[in-house]
């Protein structure tokens, strides 16, 4: 099944624990990206990656570090969370670059205490 | 900037009935796509439907359709024969070639299906 997965769904944490929250995709997509929810802002875009070993910052990149070495995988590290990074997370794919549908997965739910 | 509006924060709808979601945009870009995605209570967020700028014919897929006007700058999403299954977020997001090709979405309609 063509699919987008994330891990964990759900993570409470601390102040300052480093963490990682896992993406993969099994279609063979070029272009993956990380977004957060929050109420009343939307979703906004954090990172994005083009290509394996090509990556860039979307509109709220402070906080987060990202890495494509594989194709498949897009993981998402907070070095350091703070209060305000909790928030519902997205990770997404897409075929490539382009105007063509993004294929979401199933969230992760992250509070900081 | 590209900007999403979504202008009905909830709206309720019969089973059974249609219904329609507002969405307009505003781009400069002549190369753009529209899209539609559904987000339930459990929180995953669905697509539906795409609509690309040069299309000439309105996109449709299955129950759902989009009422694509580009003069008028609107991608409004039309749901026929509702199902309780419908309740939902609805966000309407554009992507643009450009500017880390990231989808910029609306604040969303939370429509409610009643019997």
């Known amino acids: 099944e063509a699919q987008v997965t994330q891990n964990p769904r759900y993570l409470i944490t601390v102040t300052g624990k480093k963490l990682t929250v896992t993406c993969s995709q099994n279609m063979n997509h070029e272009y993956m990206s990380w977004y957060r929810q929050d109420p009343g802002l939307g979703l906004r875009q954090i990172y994005y990656s083009m290509n394996v070993e090509v990556t860039d910052k979307g509109d709220v990149p402070e906080g987060y570090k990202v890495s494509r070495k594989e194709k498949r995988n897009f993981p998402l590290i907070l070095e350091s969370p703070s209060p305000n990074q909790t928030s519902l997370y997205f990770c997404a794919s897409s075929l490539r670059t382009g105007i063509y549908e993004q294929y979401f997965g199933p969230g992760t739910r992250l509070t900081v205490t | 900037a590209q900007k999403i509006t979504q202008t009905q924060p909830g709206m309720f709808v019969q089973e059974k009935e249609a219904v329609t979601l507002d969405c307009t945009y505003d781009?400069?870009?002549?190369?753009?796509?529209l899209f539609w995605y559904k987000q339930p209570s459990s929180g995953e967020m669905i697509f539906l439907i795409y609509?690309?700028?040069?299309?000439?014919q309105n996109a449709t897929e299955g129950r759902y359709s989009l009422n694509f006007q580009k003069a008028r700058k609107s991608a409004n999403l039309v749901i026929s024969a509702s199902q309780l299954g419908d309740s939902a977020m609805y966000f309407c997001a554009m992507r643009l070639t450009g500017g880390g090709n990231k989808l910029t979405f609306g604040t969303g309609t939370q429509l409610k299906v009643e019997l």
């Open positions: 781009t400069s870009d002549p190369s753009y796509g």
């Open positions: 609509q690309g700028s040069y299309d000439q």
